[in-house]
């Protein structure tokens, strides 16, 4: 079986969900308040934010890329409409709204530009930078404040519940949008010729742009999306806390997280590979560690730690499938 190229493409595609599996039992023998249905939901509504962005990052890394500033850039969107709101008494939500996505959207195709038309050598640099540059944007526009009171249908895609009642909590409508966004990027990457594009440069950049694909145009179209579904997250965030806290761009993880999910989902650092549904799993992987960790009262240093030790055993998994895939070609062209 393990000979097998087809089985092994299957175990490999598999093994993301059957460490999830394996996860949830392990937890819910631990923690009895773990396997409730109620637990259930706050682990899917915990999921959208990082799902968000996940889904962002899963597109740069396919293109061999790295985007470390979604976490700055959902905040700043958060506090664009904050800014809006307190400063010019913008109450309009479909202006807020509009006002957050186009925030994030340029963002990301800024960081697109830095690369294709600025030639910076890769976005690891351009992307931290641009990570600072934003948490300082975040602070200026809302003068450091954390601002409060969002109108109801700003604050409705991350704290509506369906099917509640009778002591259940309800099913996250912040998970559903998430789900509704994997299915449409899910179709991209699967379905169309620019989906195919996004995998070949991430595959083999080069052979990509003489072939006649503007691989400029992709890797723009790329960090553009990724700030699209960063600015997402960010209507989540204000939707769950109920405020816009510029503070937070600097101080969460939401990078390393976003990171760890796409890895854990069979990303890879070397490009071309990854699949939206992998990333899923990925995400409540992650989502289920630190719920669990939370549930057992477990302190931030070893949530920290534990969560450290899943990226490190991800990217080591990453690095030997790249190995052992790169050796099956040698193998096959001698």
């Avoid at 294709?116 to 351009?126: I, W």
């Avoid at 960090?223 to 579904?229: D, K, M, N, R, T």
């Avoid at 990303?267 to 549904?277: D, I, L, N, R």
């Avoid at 920290?304 to 790249?322: E, L, P, Q």
């Amino acid at each position: 079986m393990k000979n097998n190229p087809r089985v092994a493409a299957i175990l490999r595609a598999l093994a993301p969900l059957l460490a999830l599996a394996i996860l949830v039992i392990v937890m819910s023998v631990i923690a009895p308040e773990f396997r409730t249905v109620n637990n259930g939901m706050n682990i899917l509504r915990q999921t959208a934010v990082n799902g968000f962005l996940s889904a962002g990052m899963l597109v740069v890394l396919i293109t061999a890329g790295i985007d470390l500033s979604v976490g700055a850039n959902a905040i700043l969107s958060a506090c664009v409409m904050a800014m809006l709101m307190s400063t010019f008494g913008l109450t309009n939500p479909i202006l807020l709204l509009v006002a957050a996505i186009v925030t994030g959207t340029l963002v990301g195709v800024v960081n697109g530009l830095l690369l294709t038309k600025l030639k910076l050598p890769h976005p690891f640099v351009s992307t931290l930078g641009m990570k600072f540059v934003l948490a300082g944007l975040a602070l200026f526009v809302v003068s450091t404040r954390t601002i409060s009171g969002f109108p109801d249908a700003v604050t409705w895609l991350g704290s509506a519940d369906f099917l509640r009642g009778a002591g259940f909590n309800g099913i996250p409508g912040s998970f559903l949008a998430l789900l509704l966004t994997f299915a449409l990027l899910h179709l991209l990457l699967t379905r169309t010729a620019l989906g195919r594009s996004i995998y070949a440069v991430g595959g083999n950049p080069e052979a990509t742009r003489l072939s006649g694909i503007n691989t400029d145009r992709v890797l723009t179209f790329v960090y553009g999306l990724s700030g699209f579904v960063s600015a997402l997250a960010g209507i989540v965030i204000v939707g769950r806390s109920g405020v816009a806290n510029p503070s937070a761009a600097m101080g969460g993880n939401y990078e390393t997280d976003a990171i760890a999910a796409c890895i854990i989902g069979g990303a890879s650092f070397t490009g071309g590979k990854g699949t939206v549904w992998g990333t899923l799993i990925g995400c409540l992987i992650i989502a289920v560690i630190r719920n669990g960790l939370t549930i057992m009262n477990a302190q931030s240093d070893v949530q920290f730690m534990v969560i450290g030790a899943v990226i490190i055993v991800a990217v080591f998994i990453d690095v030997r499938r790249t190995a052992s895939e790169e050796k099956r070609r040698r193998l096959a062209a001698a």
